[in-house]
């Protein structure tokens, strides 16, 4: 998911363009404004961390893209690429470390599981939204 602060400042082409140019497919892929109850509900497994508020008013503040992305070993890939959750510790040539502004506003989701990947991505696409 490209979140509200990378899409707010213009940078949608150039993360699609690294996610490409690393190897990985777009199964699927849409512009859309979470409300908050959705962003909740997205975010529920944090519901009880002190973030969760902020995380929830943060990612219903503007439009994202999500997408489900394919290709070996997708989720430790893309987590490379995308780098560390504070962009002042990514690794050069990271998303986070070229796109993102702070550790809230880290221009940024990516799955942490296979099993996560496929919730997530059915609760953003129907199957018949899915390649």
Known sequence: MIKPD????????????????????????????????????????????????????????????????????AVEDFRKLIGATDPSKAEPGTIRQLFAESIGANAVHGSDSDENAQIEGSFFFSALEKF
């Open 6 to 73: 990378a899409v707010a400042n213009g940078h949608i082409g150039a993360i699609l363009d690294q996610i490409i140019k690393a190897g990985f497919k777009i199964n699927a892929m849409k512009y859309i404004a979470l409300t908050e109850q959705t962003a909740g509900k997205f975010y529920e497994v944090h519901k009880e961390r002190p973030f969760y508020g902020e995380l929830v008013r943060f990612m219903s503040s503007g439009p994202i893209v999500a997408a489900i992305l394919e290709k070996d070993n």
